[in-house]
């Protein structure tokens, strides 16, 4: 039986719905052309802002068991360095009909204007606005998705600066996240990514009663977080009519389809490369053809939305 797991998202088609995560490998156009080549459908780069940022010292990410933690700072090389990546991976990954997908942040509101434009410069078939990043805009250092307004602000003000379509990507971190979803999507997003790390979590060395990251605390991802992405996901969808790429924990062909059920369009998928490898792409991606052939399944549409 013949399974077809092309997805579209924002009118930009991925040969299967599986998408890096942002953050995760997608820093480099070598690695992005790797896991192009082990079976992604979509890739996603390191978030990268304006200006270079060092980030934190190490150890910046640990394995506590059940997911991970990590308090990277955001670290990247800038704009400029960005929209070179992304163009020499473009190049090689366009034949290969595998999209890539721009992740920006920035401090303040009108910088994330200025950072869609320059970004845009790369031509990446979508943009992902990572608004879950700090706002020091804001005395309280409250996120950009933190704030149904704000968010919205942050939306507008990237929809000006760019024509590629955007997707904005939210934090479970909120009490209101379908009010979020709903300004996001009325300022104009083409798409939803969600969701970025819960927490902040803390871990600690028993021996010292120090933090293990060196930042302190961290964003929490892997396993552990699927549940509350799945129900995340899940509220969004039933709020909005944007396509949306769910993330949170996601290692396999099951969670690609619980995902699927719940109304997602494509799924990210970034801690499980920790202990599936990079493989993990073409894995799931076979799991899911297996479920699907098993339950007489040959589109994605078929069984999509079904736990709506
Ligand atoms: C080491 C690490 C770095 C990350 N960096 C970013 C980032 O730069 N931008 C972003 O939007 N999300 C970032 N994330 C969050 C992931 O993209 C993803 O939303 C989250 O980890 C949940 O998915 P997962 O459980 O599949 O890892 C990062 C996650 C990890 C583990």
């Not at 400029?80 to 303040?108: D, N, R």
């Not at 602000?153 to 209101?176: A, F, G, H, M």
């Not at 920790?274 to 899911?288: P, S």
């Amino acid at each position: 039986m013949d399974v077809d797991i092309s997805t579209t998202l924002c009118g930009v088609r991925l040969p299967n719905p599986t998408v890096l995560a942002s953050g995760v490998l997608g820093l480099s156009h070598e690695v992005m052309v790797r896991v192009a080549e082990s079976g992604v459908g979509g890739v996603t780069t390191k978030s990268c802002s304006i200006k270079p940022r060092p980030g934190y010292h190490n150890p910046v990410v640990l394995d506590w068991g059940s997911g991970l933690i990590n308090a990277v700072g955001l670290s990247n090389p800038g704009v400029e360095v960005m929209v070179e990546e992304i163009q020499a991976a473009k190049e090689i990954l366009a034949p290969l009909g595998v999209p890539v997908i721009a992740s920006i942040f920035a401090e303040t509101i009108y910088d994330f204007g200025n950072a869609a434009r320059f970004i845009s410069e790369a031509r990446p078939d979508l943009i992902e606005v990572n608004i879950s990043c700090p706002n020091i805009d804001d005395r309280y250092r409250l996120m950009f998705a933190a704030d149904p307004y704000v968010a919205g602000q942050v939306t507008r003000r990237v929809k000006l600066n760019t024509d590629i379509p955007i997707l904005v990507k939210l934090s479970p971190n909120v009490t209101n996240l379908v009010k979020i979803a709903q300004a996001v999507v009325e300022a104009g997003a083409d798409g939803i990514t969600a969701i970025n790390t819960l927490g902040p979590g803390l871990i600690l060395d028993i021996e010292t009663g120090h933090p293990v990251l060196a930042h302190g605390t961290g964003g929490i991802s892997g396993p552990a977080i699927r549940p509350i992405a799945v129900r995340c996901v899940r509220d969004i969808c039933q709020a909005v009519d944007v396509p949306v790429i769910a993330v949170g924990g996601v290692a396999n062909g099951r969670d690609i389809v619980e995902m699927l059920m719940v109304g997602a369009a494509a799924v990210g998928i970034g801690s499980a490369i920790h202990h599936r490898g990079i493989k993990v792409f073409e894995k799931a991606c076979g799991e899911l053809k297996d479920y699907m052939v098993t339950h007489n399944y040959s589109r994605l549409g078929d069984f999509r939305g079904k736990a709506l």
